[in-house]
């Protein structure tokens, strides 16, 4: 299937995202995408921590809002360096709010180019591993499986390989919500 990333973020750009007011944590999420021939988004797996019942999961970079933080885009960009080291992010534009599962919040995922793939310098304390996920890869429909998560069931998720060892990664939930609403856009 043929992308166009292109015009999902003219899309973005010009889209005035509802912001969802709900009760919780109020968050923010980094979709980076590459703006090479073949676009890349950026991944990570969550490092384990007692308590975090998304330990080890599929994440994008993002965290909580921050009284420092100006705007949730703010937010997103400084979760993003601090998770991954990247800077030099370009702003396209904030996707609808999501309110998440499980009485967490809102989160704000916005989008974010840069022209090809920095070195990662990684905060191993939230981040286990990160990886550029080609999103032709993600556009494949093979790549789309059914997990069961405990006492919830069958979840939707992609399965892809993920790191220097080809790991599967399972991305599901919040973070296959957003990227699913991204690669809508880009069809």
């Known amino acids: 299937m043929t992308l166009s990333v292109d015009r999902a973020l003219e899309t973005i750009a010009r889209h005035r995202p509802e912001p969802v007011d709900a009760p919780g944590m109020q ?46 885009i703010a937010t997103a960009r400084r979760e993003a360096h601090e998770e991954t080291g990247v800077t030099g992010l370009a702003t396209i534009g904030a996707l609808d709010d999501i309110k998440g599962w499980f009485r967490t919040g809102v989160v704000t995922p916005v989008v974010f180019t840069i022209p090809e793939p920095p070195p990662l310098i990684l905060e191993p304390s939230e981040v286990a591993d990160a990886d550029w996920i080609p999103l032709e890869m ?26 220097e060892t080809g790991e599967p990664l399972i991305i599901w939930g919040l973070t296959y919500r957003i990227l699913r609403r991204f690669l809508d856009l880009c069809r």
């Open 27 to 72: 968050a923010a999420t980094a979709l980076i995408v590459t703006r090479e021939q073949d676009p890349r988004a950026l991944f990570i797996r969550r490092a384990q921590r007692d308590g975090d019942r998304w330990s080890g999961h599929a994440a994008l970079p993002g965290g909580k809002v921050s009284p420092a933080d100006a705007d949730r």
């Open 138 to 163: 993600l556009a494949d429909r093979a790549a789309r499986t059914r997990h069961p998560y405990p006492r919830l069931g069958p979840w939707k998720a992609w399965t892809v390989p993920f790191g």
